[in-house]
């Protein structure tokens, strides 16, 4: 079955940059989805298909994917975007859905 | 507003039984695929099953299949899971999200609020 490998951790000063990759294999042929989920809050979507943000995210959040890394950007970091982050597939070979591992974001 | 309202967690034996609802509004409910997903206590998202939006098809990680039955009625804006031969790993919170289109590739884009179930004799 396909498998999504993150980072278990990122940290990052306020302000600064930070971002989060999505290994998989070829997963550049694919739309990566990401997701926002703090402690017991539902997930939220942040990021969908090619780099997409719905209405309510802030512009600070952005997405790329290459080769076989997709990678979610967080731009001038707050204390509030300290949450567990987790990208998703959809996997045509077997017909499942993918959630990468997740990645804690500590902002320090 | 799209509102997902998740209802059924509990406390199970192993072995045992639940059914969990997720009631939606907001939306044209046949018109979009639904999911379970859960989240297991110091684990991430799994993703659980899913179902078309007219019902026909339904999707089941390896994990589950045989043991659940994911099923919804449009008429009541409803989706079900049925999780029979519980075990201790299935102790999660389920969460139920709506799919972004009527089959079920693509993302979620809104989420219940979850719903806790507890496996343990």
């Known amino acids: 079955s396909y498998v999504l490998t993150q980072p278990p951790s990122v940290s990052v000063a306020p302000g600064q940059t930070a971002t989060i990759s999505c290994g998989g294999n070829n997963i550049g042929s694919k739309s990566v989805h990401w997701y926002q989920q703090k402690p017991g809050q539902a997930p939220v979507l942040v990021i969908f298909?090619?780099?997409d943000r719905p209405s309510g995210i802030p512009e600070r959040f952005s997405g790329s994917n290459s080769g076989n890394t997709a990678t979610l950007t967080i731009s001038r970091v707050e204390g509030g975007d300290e949450a567990d982050y987790f990208c998703q597939v959809w996997d045509s070979r077997s017909a499942h859905q993918v959630f990468g591992g997740g990645t804690k974001l500590t902002v320090l | 507003e799209v509102q997902l309202v998740e209802s059924g967690g509990g406390l199970v034996q192993p072995g045992g039984s639940l059914r969990l609802s997720c009631a939606a509004s907001g939306f044209t409910f046949s018109s979009y695929a639904m999911t379970w997903v859960r989240r297991a206590p110091g684990k991430g998202l799994e993703w659980v099953s899913s179902i078309t939006g007219s019902g026909g098809n339904r999707y089941y990680a390896d994990s589950v299949k045989g043991r659940f039955t994911i099923s919804r009625d449009n008429s009541r804006n409803r989706v079900f899971l049925q999780m029979n031969s519980l075990r201790a790993e299935d102790m999660a919170v389920y969460y139920c999200?709506?799919?972004?289109?009527?089959?079920?590739?693509?993302?979620?884009?809104?989420w219940g609020q979850g719903t806790l179930v507890t496996v343990s004799s």
């Open positions: 298909s090619y780099g």
């Open positions: 999200a709506k799919n972004d289109n009527g089959y079920y590739t693509g993302n979620f884009n809104s």
